[in-house]
């Protein structure tokens, strides 16, 4: 039988022991913190890895790794957890798992990878671990650590700068910031590298892969081949994007596979307008990405935002009049890019010089007034393939049909934009039309004494 004294002995009893537990627990405080980044090797500078998921965990030894939370690294990479721990010396380790809720990459085991971008040599009592800079690709300061007033100490067992988490880093990055930018897509996209498609091939060479690195299998999945490394950064990340155009078109379209036919070329000329309208909308996508992501800092030369001039058109394109332009991504890729030229006016398409510039020209000149013309965005024209209220578009654009190609596509944008019309196209079409010489800047008026007046 306890007795009213005994209870009260045994309650005090219990208070103490909860509070001493409760002053060991708190008696160490950790603070980890820092930055993850990857060397842009192209740009030449560390860009910060956003929305990755960061996981701290801590392991008395000799037991198992006890998680002490996951966090998602900020717009600048940045991340922090602060816990409170007994006063037992334990081991810290930090991963890095290049996950969100939209964005998944994976590797070759179907994986996502939690890395292990930095972990103590051997149990530590030290519980300041802020400023951690963990970088991906990076020769010095991969999984170190800068603790202001004490030593530095470097992750001696995990290598960061290895060519497939450098194109790991650099592939989230480049998609994340697609997506961030186009808004979430329907569903997560998942890209997995590295990829073997040998196993499709049968001479067992580079070329016997798409584009001889990157292939788009699937619904919301990109596969990147393991022949790419981290010297290809730059066509990487074009035809990475332009992979992500393909995910983006699937989504908005009513779609089956092999619509026209089977074992073809869907970049070669001739086949049927839908197939080169997709590819031609993909590379379209991924031009106007890479020069609005990372025009200020790279620079890839006009491909990116010029349409082509005539004699490329003909002599690259085998474009002989405007039926040819939807027979080909080529055609389709530069129609798009003429439609949404900015300063329409200040190019020339009849170049004298066609053997060695591939694009429409600047035309440097000054006129007293042009016609306006309406023109088309980059957002128009991911919108148009979605189903268009109060008009005959509502549904979405159907590839099933081989014939929908670039020009019933146009119609669509001209159902978008009221205040484009046929006799805007028309107008635009004239410049792709190679048996014509015309220019925009005939249309303008050309009084220079009026120009002069004004200018004084």
């Known amino acids: 039988m306890v007795t009213y004294g005994k209870f009260l002995y045994l309650l005090i009893i219990s208070i103490t022991f909860s509070a001493s537990m409760n002053a060991m627990s708190a008696c160490r405080n950790y603070q980890?913190?820092?930055?993850?980044?990857?060397?842009?090797?192209?740009?030449?500078?560390?860009?910060?890895?956003?929305?990755?998921?960061?996981?701290?965990?801590?392991?008395i030894e000799p037991w198992w790794w006890g998680p002490w939370g996951t966090v998602t690294t900020s717009s600048s990479g940045y991340f922090s957890i602060n816990t409170g721990k007994s006063c037992v010396a334990r081991k810290l380790?930090?991963?890095?798992?290049?996950?969100?809720?939209?964005?998944?990459?994976?590797?070759?085991?179907?994986?996502?990878?939690?890395?292990?971008?930095?972990?103590?040599?051997?149990?530590?009592?030290?519980?300041?671990?802020?400023?951690?800079?963990?970088?991906?690709?990076?020769?010095?300061w991969h999984g170190g650590l800068s603790i202001p007033g004490k030593s530095t100490t470097t992750n001696s067992i995990n290598n960061l700068n290895s060519n497939n988490n450098e194109v790991h880093a650099a592939l989230w990055a480049y998609t994340r910031s697609a997506i961030d930018y186009i808004g979430a897509f329907e569903q997560k996209v998942f890209v997995y590298y590295p990829y073997d498609f040998d196993y499709d091939c049968e001479d067992n060479t580079d070329n016997c892969e798409p584009n001889g690195a990157v292939f788009y299998s699937s619904k919301h999945k990109i596969r990147v081949s393991h022949k790419f490394d981290n010297t290809k950064m730059k066509a990487f990340r074009g035809t990475v994007l332009h992979e992500l155009g393909h995910v983006y078109y699937f989504e908005h379209v009513t779609t089956q596979s092999n619509i026209c036919g089977t074992d073809i070329d869907r970049h070669a000329q001739g086949i049927c307008p839908s197939i080169s309208f997709n590819e031609g909308f993909a590379q379209y996508f991924s031009d106007n990405l890479v020069n609005i992501l990372y025009g200020n800092d790279l620079y890839y030369g006009p491909d990116l935002i010029l349409p082509k001039n005539r004699y490329r058109l003909y002599n690259d394109g085998n474009i002989s009049d405007l039926s040819d332009l939807e027979r080909g991504d080529f055609g389709v890729k530069s129609t798009l890019k003429l439609i949404t030229l900015d300063n329409l006016y200040g190019y020339t398409f009849s170049t004298y010089d066609g053997s060695s510039y591939f694009y429409a020209e600047p035309f440097h000149s000054k006129f007293l007034s042009c016609p306006t013309i309406a023109k088309v965005s980059f957002r128009d024209i991911l919108g148009a393939l979605d189903p268009i209220a109060n008009s005959s578009f509502d549904h979405q654009w159907d590839e099933r049909d081989s014939s929908n190609g670039l020009f019933n596509f146009i119609d669509r944008l001209k159902a978008i934009r009221s205040s484009f019309n046929t006799n805007d196209v028309n107008f635009y079409l004239q410049f792709h039309d190679v048996s014509l010489s015309s220019e925009p800047h005939d249309y303008c008026s050309t009084n220079i004494k009026a120009i002069y007046k004004l200018s004084k």
Do not use: C, W
């Not at 980890?32 to 965990?57: C, N, Q, R, T």
């Not at 998944?104 to 939690?114: D, G, K, S, V």
């Not at 671990?129 to 690709?137: V, W």
């Open 93 to 140: 380790r930090v991963q890095v798992k290049l996950d969100s809720s939209t964005l998944q990459l994976r590797t070759t085991q179907n994986t996502a990878q939690f890395f292990t971008v930095f972990e103590t040599p051997s149990a530590t009592s030290s519980s300041d671990f802020r400023s951690l800079r963990l970088y991906f690709g990076v020769d010095s």
């Open 32 to 59: 980890v913190s820092g930055h993850v980044k990857y060397f842009d090797s192209e740009m030449g500078k560390l860009l910060p890895i956003k929305g990755a998921k960061v996981k701290i965990s801590g392991k």
